[in-house]
């Protein structure tokens, strides 16, 4: 069996026309196919459709779309009055309320109105897809259609293929998402899909870090920001989307995953769960919000201090990049320890104590540094328990002087950078070696789904492959903690040599 998308007379019936459905309805029309919008509240579909022209002619009103335009999506809008109304639709997508039981339940009504060759799709979030499609009699015709809010602006489609779903659906559905303009990756009925579980690596380990009292929120946002790119960092990402958003579809993955450790959830994020201080909205979560919504945001930078940059530093191994920093300073570089000066090292996934005590480092004078990403901007500093302050400072002026912020963690392995980075890249290799989709899909996804500046794959590329596994096999040896196995793809590709983006 085939679908042909572009046949003229193709009929998409939309169920659910709420903030997803509307915008579903929306790239259907404008895609220049005809979209059948039916929803169960009262006068609710015509209400949708009036809300998206009135949308549409505010951008032609601003010249961003012309008039014919509004008018041709116009004509492919209709409202049905009924369920039985979606009789002819070649495809119908649900997106009702995210409830199991209301879904099976529409889901049989849909089936008993349309015609068996009819493509039902649902555009859940985190329900799976086979278990929605259990008690229907042709479940080979289902699929998810996952679509990210809000649809016009979001490019990304997850055409969700199913235990039973046909081959012929998924290109369908596949070539439907590309009429409606929009991205299609093809992912795997499992737990918070490709994009959803792909973003709990960034969540929780930077909760890990936090829960460990290694660093603030502040500091851990402001460094993913800074040094590696990212729009937003961990915290203020779970503040705005809001705390009884996130924190519940955590849980769905780890249990989904059967506590696997990789994703385990944090009591922390609990406990502002359980307190109602869920973000933005509630004017608190991580972060404070004043009476404007302003996050007031404590900082993240160590403070210049009064103590003078040092003149001199030691550098204990050589390091082009942080002798290239040194010198930019206008600091002298010394190989040996002359039993005074800081000693400045950059480790790979080791924390400050452990660099000390296998390099028989003084550890008092002894500043670790992360050279991970964009130093010209923020730079990562630690020392081991009982370091010296004035020496630290003395080392912290030295690197403030090229310009870079400079934030002080708590001593711990991978720092910040390497860790997030790390765990994120992990994850998707993961992703790519069990066949949630396609190692290119995992990039493109997380790239148009979450704003990732790269996908977790081009990641390991670049923070390199074989750094990339070597800063998780030392979290793992130094935490004793399983989360931090490398994924077997990554490993194969550090031992080769080779991107970790080279497919099987
Ligand atoms: N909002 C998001 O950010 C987002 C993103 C991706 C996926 N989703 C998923 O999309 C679906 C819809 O979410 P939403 O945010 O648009 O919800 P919404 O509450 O804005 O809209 C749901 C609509 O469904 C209608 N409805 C409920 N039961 C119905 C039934 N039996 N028959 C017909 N219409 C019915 C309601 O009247 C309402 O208009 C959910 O499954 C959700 O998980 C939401």
Redesign the pocket.
């Known amino acids: 069996m085939t679908l042909d998308i572009n046949r003229p007379d193709l009929v998409v019936g939309v ?8 915008g579903i309805a929306q790239v259907t029309a404008q895609g220049g196919m005809k979209a059948l919008m ?4 009262e006068g ?1 579909a015509a209400r ?1 459709k009036a809300g998206i022209l009135e949308t549409l002619k505010g951008l032609a009103s601003r010249g961003r779309l012309a008039d014919a335009d509004v008018a041709r999506t116009d004509a492919n809008l209709a409202v049905a009055d009924s ?1 039985a109304a979606l009789k002819g639709c070649n495809i119908v997508i ?5 409830d199991l039981v ?2 099976r ?2 889901f049989a ?1 849909i089936e008993a109105a349309v015609s068996p060759e009819t493509i039902i799709a ?6 799976r897809i086979a278990s929605i499609a259990h008690s229907l009699k042709h479940r080979d015709r289902v699929c998810g259609m ?4 809000p649809v016009p602006l979001m490019k990304l489609v997850e055409v969700i293929r199913a235990a039973d779903t046909a081959p012929w659906v998924v290109d369908a559905m596949v070539a439907l998402g590309k009429r409606q303009t929009r991205v299609p990756v093809v992912v795997g009925d499992t737990p918070g899909f490709l994009v959803n579980l792909g973003g709990t690596a960034i969540g929780t380990e930077g909760l890990r870090i936090f829960q460990e009292g290694r660093a603030t929120p502040s500091q851990v946002d402001a460094v993913m920001r800074d040094t590696c790119g990212f729009r937003m960092g961990p915290f203020e990402l779970m503040d705005l989307t809001g705390i009884d958003v996130n924190f519940p579809a955590r849980k769905i993955i780890y249990e989904g995953f059967f506590h696997d450790r990789r994703m385990t959830p944090s009591p922390y994020h609990e406990s502002l769960f359980a307190a109602g201080k869920l973000g933005r909205k509630t004017g608190g979560g991580w972060y404070s919000y004043d009476s404007k919504g302003a996050k007031i945001d404590p900082g993240a930078d160590h403070l210049p201090s009064v103590v003078p940059a040092a003149s001199v530093v030691v550098m204990d191994s050589h390091n082009e990049k942080l002798v290239q920093l040194v010198l930019a300073s206008g600091a002298k570089a010394l190989a040996v320890d002359d039993g005074r000066s800081p000693i400045l090292v950059a480790p790979v996934g080791k924390d400050c104590t452990t660099t000390v005590v296998e390099r028989n480092l003084d550890p008092r004078r002894t500043i670790a540094v992360d050279l991970t990403g964009d130093t010209a901007r923020r730079i990562t500093i630690m020392t081991a328990p009982g370091g010296d302050d004035l020496v630290r400072d003395a080392a912290s002026a030295i690197l403030a002087r090229t310009g870079a912020k400079v934030t002080l963690i708590k001593d711990s392995p991978g720092f910040i950078a390497q860790r997030m980075c790390a765990m994120i890249a992990n994850l998707g290799c993961e992703m790519a070696m069990i066949g949630i989709a396609s190692a290119a899909d995992v990039d493109t996804a997380m790239t148009l789904g979450l704003n990732y500046p790269r996908g977790p794959l081009a990641l390991a590329d670049w923070l390199g492959v074989k750094n990339c596994h070597e800063i998780l096999v030392q979290l793992q040896a130094i935490t004793g903690d399983d989360r931090y196995r490398p994924s077997q793809w990554l490993r194969r590709r550090a031992q080769l040599g080779i991107s970790a983006t080279t497919v099987e």
Not at 15 to 21: E, H, P
Not at 38 to 41: F, I, L, M, T, V
């Open positions: 169920v659910g026309t709420g903030a997803m459905g509307r039916y929803d169960a509240a609710g949708a369920l649900e997106a009702v309320f995210e209301v879904k339940k529409l009504e649902s555009n859940t979030s985190s329900i996952h679509y990210f809010n």
